[in-house]
């Protein structure tokens, strides 16, 4: 591990957000506070706009009004997390960056403790959630089964419990912005990237305000994606489950066949040709949908269409260049 000290000049706090109007008044304060604090690294701040409907846009100006750190980036409409967090960490020029919630939900209180892991040479600090307030036991166990499955799946590492609370060093923001695919799993992105990772284990406190954007359909997809975009293991099974199918229809087949010879044949037999037949046609369904979802991930990925597109780009006061 080698640490220069020139790269540890400075860290950027990413912040996407989507409808947070109520959560940023009280969220700004917290992050000053820390950057205020901290020793030896010009801190500055960087909101992203996720297309908000609300008053969001509004009231970041106000906040960079009134603090000359803070950059704003307003995205034409809604992309989603995931792209708004690129376009933010697309804006970093220089130093580290760090990812936030825009709800409180990641305290920013801990900033300092992910500056201090990033000091000693490492490149991927990340928040690991021990304990998560506000949230359903239902969220919490699905989760729980996600991360197991993915790590069964996925030959990426991708460490359990997880989130995008996490600061990168300036190498490994560099590596992460190589990787330009539409279907952005980010928690996949970052353990793709490598270097040295470390965990920073904290409580992950309930939202200031609003209500989650993630609904239950939605975390589906995000599971999909996550298994799509990081494992070819479906594919696969297709593949197990038809030669699987064949060599008990084979075996069936035989005894049929024995049957008619050595007993003769009274046709009969309805019931159990409808099953098979009803099952084989499941099964190319499911085998069938899951060329799908690939195939149409291809079909995104070859359109080779920008990320996101920005709508407004407003430096903070203290900042001189046109990216943070
Ligand atoms: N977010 C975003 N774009 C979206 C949805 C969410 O930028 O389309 C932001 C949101 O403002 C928040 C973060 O992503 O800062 C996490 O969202 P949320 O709290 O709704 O997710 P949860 O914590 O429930 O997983
Ligand atoms: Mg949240």
């Given amino acids: 591990m080698t640490s220069r000290a020139a790269d ?59 603090d000359a750190r803070v950059s704003l980036l307003r995205l034409s409409r809604n992309f989603g997390k995931e792209a708004a967090l690129t376009a933010g960490l697309d804006q970093v020029e220089r130093g580290a960056a760090m990812i936030l919630d825009a709800d409180g939900q990641d305290p920013p209180e801990l900033i300092p403790q992910f500056v201090a892991r990033w000091r000693e040479g490492y490149d991927d600090v990340y928040g690991t959630r021990t304990v998560r307030e506000g949230e359903t036991w239902l969220k919490k166990a699905t989760a729980h089964a996600f991360y197991r499955v993915m790590q069964r799946l996925s030959k990426t590492p991708i460490p359990a419990d997880t989130g995008d609370f996490r600061l990168l060093s300036p190498r ?66 297709a593949t197990y489950l038809g030669v699987l199918t064949a060599l008990a ?33 499941g099964v190319q369904l499911v085998a069938l949908g899951m060329i799908g979802e690939y195939l149409g991930r291809l079909y995104e990925e070859s359109k080779q269409r920008p990320l996101y597109l920005v709508d407004s780009w407003r430096p903070g006061l203290g900042v001189s260049s046109d990216r943070v």
């Fill in 172 to 237: 490994a923001l560099a590596a992460l912005r190589q990787l330009r695919e539409r279907h952005r799993f980010m928690k996949g992105l970052f353990g793709w990237v490598g270097f040295e990772q470390v965990a920073i284990a904290y409580q992950r406190e309930p939202r200031l305000a609003g209500t989650s954007k993630f609904s239950f359909w939605r975390l589906w997809n995000f599971a999909l994606e996550g298994i799509t975009s990081f494992s070819t293991a479906p594919l696969r099974l």
């Fill in 8 to 66: 540890h000049d400075r860290l950027t706090i990413v912040v996407a957000a989507f409808n947070e109007a109520e959560s940023l008044p009280s969220l700004h304060p917290r992050i000053a506070a820390v950057l205020d604090a901290l020793d030896g690294v010009e801190g500055r701040v960087l909101y992203v706009d996720d297309g908000s409907r609300d008053g969001t846009w509004d009231v970041l100006r106000g906040i960079a009004n009134g």
């Fill in 249 to 281: 229809a084979f075996v069936y087949a035989l005894w049929i066949v024995a049957k008619a010879l050595l007993w003769g044949d009274a046709v009969a037999g309805y019931p159990s040709m409808m099953a098979v037949i009803l099952f084989l046609g």
